[in-house]
């Protein structure tokens, strides 16, 4: 059984007992999200799509931790003098660990 979730604009292909790293929610450590976008959801033969979400299909995720993703260096070079620029950035990111899928 699995089933496909829209975090925020990101798409997850999720399973029970699943580990996801997400955009950042605005959720406590320790507590509960529910997740109603489910776009699609699989048991053995039973596929079911959304236009666009199931609505009777919920799937339930616990905080985890928030951490943050791994550094992004953006370099531009451009051959004249002084006018390399460096930039980098991390993504604030959610530990997400799936503990239920409803349908």
């Known amino acids: 059984m699995y089933a496909v979730i829209q975090i925020g604009s990101s798409q997850f292909k999720v399973a029970e007992g699943d ?3 997400a955009d950042r929610v605005s959720v406590e450590e320790g507590k509960d999200i529910q997740c109603d976008k489910v776009l699609l959801f699989a048991k ?3 596929v ?39 930039i ?8 997400l660990n ?6």
């Open 19 to 21: 580990v996801i790293h």
């Open 44 to 46: 053995g033969k039973d």
């Open 48 to 86: 079911r799509v959304g236009q666009p979400y199931l609505k009777d299909v919920k799937v339930t995720a616990k905080v985890v931790k928030h951490t943050r993703g791994e550094k992004v260096v953006s370099f531009k070079y451009r051959r004249r003098k002084d006018s390399a620029r460096k």
């Open 88 to 95: 980098g950035h991390r993504d604030d990111l959610s530990e």
């Open 98 to 103: 799936i503990t239920k899928i409803a349908a």
